[in-house]
Protein backbone atom coordinates (compact mmCIF):
# COMPACT_ATOMS: atom_id res chain seq x y z
CA UNK A 1 0.00 0.00 0.00
CA UNK A 2 2.02 2.75 -1.05
CA UNK A 3 1.20 6.29 -1.71
CA UNK A 4 3.62 7.94 -4.47
CA UNK A 5 4.64 11.17 -5.16
CA UNK A 6 3.46 10.51 -8.29
CA UNK A 7 0.15 9.97 -6.49
CA UNK A 8 -0.19 12.75 -4.46
CA UNK A 9 0.71 15.13 -7.56
CA UNK A 10 -2.76 13.70 -9.22
CA UNK A 11 -4.18 14.17 -5.70
CA UNK A 12 -3.60 17.88 -6.31
CA UNK A 13 -4.82 17.90 -9.76
CA UNK A 14 -8.07 16.24 -8.46
CA UNK A 15 -8.68 18.84 -6.06
CA UNK A 16 -7.90 21.79 -8.92
CA UNK A 17 -10.68 19.83 -10.51
CA UNK A 18 -13.15 20.20 -7.83
CA UNK A 19 -12.51 23.71 -7.45
CA UNK A 20 -13.35 24.50 -10.66
CA UNK A 21 -16.52 22.26 -9.98
CA UNK A 22 -17.50 25.16 -6.98
CA UNK A 23 -16.20 22.81 -3.91
CA UNK A 24 -14.97 25.75 -1.64
CA UNK A 25 -14.91 24.40 1.86
CA UNK A 26 -10.78 24.24 2.54
CA UNK A 27 -11.28 21.29 5.06
CA UNK A 28 -13.01 19.31 2.66
CA UNK A 29 -9.89 19.91 -0.16
CA UNK A 30 -7.68 19.56 2.61
CA UNK A 31 -9.08 16.07 3.09
CA UNK A 32 -9.24 14.52 -0.64
CA UNK A 33 -5.51 16.00 -1.21
CA UNK A 34 -4.54 13.73 1.97
CA UNK A 35 -6.69 10.81 1.56
CA UNK A 36 -5.01 7.81 -1.20
CA UNK A 37 -8.45 6.81 -3.16
CA UNK A 38 -6.27 4.53 -4.98
CA UNK A 39 -5.90 2.35 -2.33
CA UNK A 40 -10.01 1.97 -2.08
CA UNK A 41 -10.06 0.73 -5.54
CA UNK A 42 -9.33 -2.33 -7.07
CA UNK A 43 -6.19 -2.64 -8.81
CA UNK A 44 -6.66 -2.61 -12.70
CA UNK A 45 -8.71 0.86 -12.36
CA UNK A 46 -5.14 2.32 -10.38
CA UNK A 47 -4.16 4.56 -13.04
CA UNK A 48 -8.41 5.74 -13.24
CA UNK A 49 -8.04 6.52 -9.29
CA UNK A 50 -7.64 10.16 -9.83
CA UNK A 51 -9.72 11.08 -12.13
CA UNK A 52 -13.28 12.96 -11.74
CA UNK A 53 -15.86 9.66 -12.02
CA UNK A 54 -17.42 6.38 -10.29
CA UNK A 55 -15.78 3.33 -10.50
CA UNK A 56 -17.51 -0.46 -9.15
CA UNK A 57 -15.81 -1.79 -6.01
CA UNK A 58 -17.52 -5.43 -6.19
CA UNK A 59 -21.13 -6.22 -4.78
CA UNK A 60 -22.74 -3.81 -6.65
CA UNK A 61 -21.70 -1.11 -5.31
CA UNK A 62 -19.45 1.54 -6.37
CA UNK A 63 -16.44 4.20 -5.35
CA UNK A 64 -18.07 8.04 -5.27
CA UNK A 65 -17.28 10.40 -8.08
CA UNK A 66 -14.77 12.67 -6.20
CA UNK A 67 -16.93 15.70 -6.91
CA UNK A 68 -20.07 13.65 -5.30
CA UNK A 69 -17.82 12.72 -2.12
CA UNK A 70 -17.11 16.66 -2.07
CA UNK A 71 -20.26 18.09 -2.37
CA UNK A 72 -22.44 15.78 -0.11
CA UNK A 73 -19.41 16.75 2.30
CA UNK A 74 -19.02 20.07 2.04
CA UNK A 75 -23.13 20.27 2.20
CA UNK A 76 -22.72 18.80 6.12
CA UNK A 77 -20.60 21.75 6.98
CA UNK A 78 -18.29 19.16 9.13
CA UNK A 79 -16.86 20.39 12.32
CA UNK A 80 -13.52 19.20 14.20
CA UNK A 81 -14.92 16.58 17.02
CA UNK A 82 -18.41 16.23 14.85
CA UNK A 83 -20.17 12.70 15.91
CA UNK A 84 -21.26 11.94 12.20
CA UNK A 85 -22.95 8.40 11.38
CA UNK A 86 -22.38 7.29 7.54
CA UNK A 87 -25.10 5.09 5.90
CA UNK A 88 -23.17 3.19 3.36
CA UNK A 89 -19.98 2.23 4.26
CA UNK A 90 -18.85 1.10 0.36
CA UNK A 91 -15.39 1.32 -0.23
CA UNK A 92 -14.50 3.34 3.05
CA UNK A 93 -13.31 6.64 1.16
CA UNK A 94 -16.20 8.87 2.32
CA UNK A 95 -15.50 7.75 6.15
CA UNK A 96 -11.96 8.29 5.82
CA UNK A 97 -12.40 11.82 4.01
CA UNK A 98 -14.74 12.50 7.50
CA UNK A 99 -12.25 11.28 9.61
CA UNK A 100 -9.37 12.78 8.40
CA UNK A 101 -11.64 16.06 8.89
CA UNK A 102 -11.43 15.32 12.62
CA UNK A 103 -15.27 13.84 12.71
CA UNK A 104 -16.21 10.57 15.02
CA UNK A 105 -17.32 8.26 12.23
CA UNK A 106 -20.06 5.64 13.18
CA UNK A 107 -20.79 3.67 9.78
CA UNK A 108 -22.94 1.07 8.47
CA UNK A 109 -22.45 -1.07 5.65
CA UNK A 110 -25.35 -3.62 4.35
CA UNK A 111 -23.17 -5.68 1.86
CA UNK A 112 -21.37 -8.49 4.33
CA UNK A 113 -18.55 -8.97 1.74
CA UNK A 114 -17.76 -5.16 1.49
CA UNK A 115 -18.10 -4.70 5.36
CA UNK A 116 -15.54 -7.25 5.89
CA UNK A 117 -13.35 -6.28 2.73
CA UNK A 118 -13.81 -2.52 3.79
CA UNK A 119 -13.21 -3.12 7.72
CA UNK A 120 -9.68 -4.77 7.35
CA UNK A 121 -8.74 -1.72 4.02
CA UNK A 122 -9.35 1.13 7.12
CA UNK A 123 -7.27 -0.70 9.56
CA UNK A 124 -4.48 -1.14 7.38
CA UNK A 125 -4.91 2.62 6.08
CA UNK A 126 -4.94 3.90 10.16
CA UNK A 127 -8.38 5.11 9.34
CA UNK A 128 -10.54 4.11 12.43
CA UNK A 129 -14.39 5.13 12.95
CA UNK A 130 -15.19 5.26 16.27
CA UNK A 131 -17.62 2.11 15.29
CA UNK A 132 -18.39 0.50 12.12
CA UNK A 133 -21.45 -2.17 12.10
CA UNK A 134 -22.98 -4.90 9.18
CA UNK A 135 -26.77 -3.41 9.27
CA UNK A 136 -29.83 -2.09 7.48
CA UNK A 137 -28.66 1.95 7.03
CA UNK A 138 -32.49 2.67 6.97
CA UNK A 139 -32.97 1.69 10.69
CA UNK A 140 -29.58 4.13 11.82
CA UNK A 141 -27.67 3.16 15.02
CA UNK A 142 -30.22 4.14 17.77
CA UNK A 143 -27.78 2.87 20.40
CA UNK A 144 -25.21 5.21 19.49
CA UNK A 145 -27.53 8.31 18.54
CA UNK A 146 -28.06 11.17 18.86
CA UNK A 147 -25.52 12.47 15.73
CA UNK A 148 -24.35 15.80 14.78
CA UNK A 149 -24.83 14.94 10.94
CA UNK A 150 -25.93 12.32 9.20
CA UNK A 151 -24.64 11.45 5.55
CA UNK A 152 -26.44 9.02 2.99
CA UNK A 153 -24.26 7.62 0.38
CA UNK A 154 -26.91 5.81 -1.53
CA UNK A 155 -30.36 6.87 -2.97
CA UNK A 156 -32.84 6.44 -1.21
CA UNK A 157 -36.46 6.73 -2.19
CA UNK A 158 -37.90 8.42 0.57
CA UNK A 159 -36.37 9.93 4.00
CA UNK A 160 -36.18 7.30 6.46
CA UNK A 161 -37.44 8.35 9.85
CA UNK A 162 -35.07 6.80 12.05
CA UNK A 163 -32.06 8.90 10.68
CA UNK A 164 -34.15 11.47 11.06
CA UNK A 165 -35.13 11.06 15.03
CA UNK A 166 -31.17 9.87 15.52
CA UNK A 167 -30.11 13.61 14.79
CA UNK A 168 -29.60 16.16 17.55
CA UNK A 169 -31.69 19.50 17.21
CA UNK A 170 -29.76 21.73 14.84
CA UNK A 171 -27.90 18.62 13.08
CA UNK A 172 -27.99 17.88 9.21
CA UNK A 173 -28.84 14.98 7.14
CA UNK A 174 -27.56 14.94 3.50
CA UNK A 175 -29.12 12.60 1.44
CA UNK A 176 -29.77 11.53 -2.05
CA UNK A 177 -33.71 10.88 -2.74
CA UNK A 178 -35.04 9.56 -6.08
CA UNK A 179 -35.38 6.40 -7.44
CA UNK A 180 -33.55 6.38 -11.07
CA UNK A 181 -31.96 10.22 -10.22
CA UNK A 182 -31.61 11.54 -6.81
CA UNK A 183 -32.13 14.73 -5.88
CA UNK A 184 -29.66 15.77 -3.14
CA UNK A 185 -30.90 17.24 -0.04
CA UNK A 186 -29.85 18.87 2.65
CA UNK A 187 -32.06 18.60 6.15
CA UNK A 188 -31.98 20.77 8.95
CA UNK A 189 -33.33 19.74 12.31
CA UNK A 190 -34.29 22.76 14.18
CA UNK A 191 -36.21 20.70 17.02
CA UNK A 192 -38.19 17.59 17.13
CA UNK A 193 -41.33 19.16 15.18
CA UNK A 194 -39.50 21.60 12.75
CA UNK A 195 -37.62 20.38 9.84
CA UNK A 196 -35.75 23.16 6.61
CA UNK A 197 -35.20 20.98 3.81
CA UNK A 198 -33.32 21.96 1.02
CA UNK A 199 -32.95 20.67 -2.83
CA UNK A 200 -28.95 20.81 -4.23
CA UNK A 201 -29.46 19.17 -7.53
CA UNK A 202 -29.53 15.62 -8.71
CA UNK A 203 -26.95 13.26 -8.84
CA UNK A 204 -27.21 9.20 -9.49
CA UNK A 205 -26.19 6.48 -6.84
CA UNK A 206 -26.91 2.94 -6.12
CA UNK A 207 -29.69 2.09 -4.48
CA UNK A 208 -30.38 1.96 -0.48
CA UNK A 209 -32.18 -1.19 0.13
CA UNK A 210 -34.64 -1.14 2.63
CA UNK A 211 -35.20 -4.08 5.49
CA UNK A 212 -32.08 -5.62 4.10
CA UNK A 213 -28.56 -6.54 4.92
CA UNK A 214 -26.93 -8.76 1.99
CA UNK A 215 -24.17 -11.48 2.42
Do not use: C, W
Not at 73 to 87: M, N, P, S, W, Y
Not at 101 to 109: H, P, Q, R, S
Amino acid sequence: MIDTYRTKGLRKQLVKILQKKGIKDEAVLNAILAVPRHLFMESSFLEFAYADKPFPIGSGQTISQPYTVAFQTELLKVKKGDKILEVGTGSGYQASVLIEMGAKVYTIERQRKLYIKTKELLQKLNYHPKKMTFGDGYKGLPAYAPFDKVIVTAGAPYVPQPLLEQLKPGGILVIPVGEDVQNMKRIIKMNDTKIIEEDHGYFRFVPLLNNKAED
